[in-house]
């Protein structure tokens, strides 16, 4: 069970380094609300532990070999807080920075993601 908000931004950001769907539903629903909302400049409203999950597979698809971590430990205040992310992928890295809501029980109840994807990155395959 989830005791901070550092807690569930490590485990959210862990679970992006999962490597089957099955485990992207078991490991975000340790953090991720029944409804909870998932935005980026790419997508916007993918819902509940499913549709994170789904998405992640997605994204797994495109970038197999990949690595989340969290750069910036989460700040935060009543139930709103933001931290900073890292990945590194096929000699690549990126940052992003992501603002989030969560609940009393520790899950992530909204989630808006801050990010560049380089020019040649098949968004398509993300719908």
Not at 47 to 67: C, H, M, T, W, Y
Not at 73 to 90: D, L
Request: charged share 25%; glycine share 4%; proline share 3%.
């Amino acid at each position: 069970m989830i005791t901070s908000v550092e807690e569930m931004i490590e485990q959210y950001v862990s679970a992006w380094n999962e490597n089957n769907l099955e485990a992207y539903k078991r490991e975000f629903g340790k953090c991720w609300a029944a409804n909870a909302v998932y935005v980026d400049p790419y997508s916007e409203d993918i819902i509940g532990v499913d549709g994170i999950a789904n998405f992640a597979q997605k994204s797994l698809e495109i970038i197999p070999n990949r690595k989340f971590k969290v750069l910036e430990k989460p700040e935060h205040h009543h139930t709103f807080g933001k931290y900073v992310w890292h990945v590194e992928y096929e000699e690549k890295t990126n940052t992003g920075y992501d603002y989030f809501e969560f609940n009393a029980n520790f899950e992530i109840t909204r989630l808006v993601s801050f990010f560049k994807l380089s020019n040649d990155y098949p968004l398509e395959k993300l719908q």
